[in-house]
């Protein structure tokens, strides 16, 4: 191997940070497959929620690139459609409505604004002095009650044809336990594509929309973003979609601390020092803001192409930002978008349904990896009061509590009630323990001093 140090190979933890070495060829093969490994999970978003999947494509990508820019080029991160916000996108236009979606993008643009003022906190005072404000206590419960309010979406996706459905869950379910190598990793796309296929089979899908679509068109669509509301919005639903929509951050941000502490932890370097959590939480609130205001969903650090890092020991930033690249290019072909759309509604039931139960999952696994004490009244109370309202008031006649000021009726979700009181209560009530450690953050699931042994134990 040549000394020169474009050709290089940088080692660590048995893994690869510099991949020019490895040629061109086979980056852009690593890259497609980082690409294929978000994709999946990233235009589901768009289909259960109505919003554009090309437009979704371009942001995923567009934002990843940001992302790297913002982080200095040091993290081998991708950022795709983050499932946290779908109840958002729910309680304002629970049916896919196209004229309320804009206002609720207007809330997840929102929501990405506290993330920049989460990082210049994070700057200012230090993450530990922030993040004893999200607890597990409070983030735990949060999560879980996410995934219960979306609970009955995806039966009644379900409903529609429960054997494409069934097709669809065993296949996530058998890859995801005794799947190898990239068949693990990628358990929501073969779910996708194989129940697609059965479907598709059984004479159960329309393809007359692809058809018909044109092979390239523009990813963007005027009348499908925030700006198309300017002169004619509903002050009153701007300001519900706002306060419904942004206490969902609250949790999305802590979670962006464990997948940037994952990296980590499998890299074998420290995100969180090195660009900084500030940058990295700057980099996706931004992502989130840019894609919202112009109709695409929210973004966040992706779990999945953490496993493929894992997998092919490729840590090069360069090889995520070529999937960025190939997502931009996909973006921007209507064909794509029309044969993502022709997906029966099924199959969209039964991988959500899968997905749905796991966010509930992962909030419940927050709160025991992080040995929280229900010894203790006060945490019993917090996670008391964000469960029942979180649900409850979803679940109420009205769906949501709402009280006017002055000439403007504003209505809160059940999960921003939970959130805010949830918040609250624990800054109120006394024998607070919880501290947060950028060195070693385990509420996160990242052990920077193990990450050999972390490495070992996802192989098996």
């Known amino acids: 191997m040549s000394d020169n140090s474009k050709e290089k190979v940088v080692l660590g933890e048995g893994g690869i940070y510099d991949a020019r070495s490895l040629g061109v060829p086979k980056m852009v093969v690593l890259g497609i497959q980082h690409m294929f490994a978000m994709f999946g999970a990233t235009v589901l978003v768009p289909l259960l929620t109505g919003l554009d999947v090309s437009t979704t494509l371009l942001f995923a990508g567009l934002g990843t690139l940001l992302f790297h820019f913002l982080a200095k080029g040091k993290v081998p991160a991708f950022l795709g459609s983050s499932f946290a916000f779908l109840g958002g996108y729910f309680a304002i236009a629970p049916n896919g409505e196209k004229e309320l979606l804009p206002y609720a993008c207007f809330g997840v643009a929102c929501a990405g604004v506290l993330y920049l003022i989460m990082a210049a906190l994070i700057k200012i005072f230090g993450s530990g002095k922030v993040m004893k404000f999200f607890p597990p206590i409070v983030t735990g419960p949060i999560i879980i009650a996410i995934g219960l309010n979306l609970a009955p979406s995806a039966i009644n996706n379900c409903n529609a044809d429960w054997l494409i459905a069934l097709v669809a869950i065993l296949l996530v379910v058998v890859c995801n336990i005794w799947g190898k190598g990239m068949i693990k990793i990628v358990p929501i796309i073969i779910g996708v594509i194989g129940s697609y296929l059965v479907a598709a ?197 009205a769906g949501a509590i709402a009280f006017s000021i002055g000439s403007v009726t504003i209505s809160l979700s059940g999960l921003a009630v939970g959130a805010l009181v949830g918040i609250l209560m624990n800054a109120i009530l006394p024998g607070k323990d919880y501290k947060f450690d950028e060195e070693t953050p385990d509420e996160t699931g990242a052990d920077f001093g193990n990450s050999g042994k972390r490495l070992e134990k996802e192989k098996k």
Request: hydrophobic content about 50%; aromatic content about 8%.
């Open 201 to 397: 089979v059984m004479g159960r899908v329309d393809f007359t929309a692809v058809a018909e679509a044109d092979w390239i068109g523009l990813p963007i669509h005027w009348e499908e973003t925030v700006f198309s509301l300017v002169g004619n919005a509903d002050v009153s639903l701007l300001i519900s979609a706002a306060i419904t929509i942004v206490p969902i951050a609250l949790a999305t941000m802590v979670e962006h601390i464990g997948d940037i502490s994952a990296i980590s932890s499998t890299v074998g370097r420290n995100y969180i020092k090195d660009p900084g959590l500030h940058r990295t939480m700057l980099g996706d609130g931004l992502a989130t803001s840019i894609a919202a205001l112009f109709g695409g969903p929210a973004n966040t650090t992706y779990g999945e192409n953490t496993g493929v890092l894992t997998l092919t020991k490729v840590y090069d930033p360069r090889v995520i930002r070529i999937a960025a690249g190939f997502a931009i290019l996909f973006s921007f072909s209507p064909k794509v978008a029309a044969l993502i759309n022709s997906m029966p509604t099924a199959t969209v039931g039964g991988v959500s349904l899968v997905l749905y139960g796991m966010i509930s999952a992962v909030g419940v696994r927050n709160i025991v990896e992080t040995q929280t004490d229900f010894t203790k009244s006060r945490n019993v109370l917090v996670a008391a009061l964000i469960l029942v309202l979180s649900i409850g008031v979803s679940y109420s006649t």
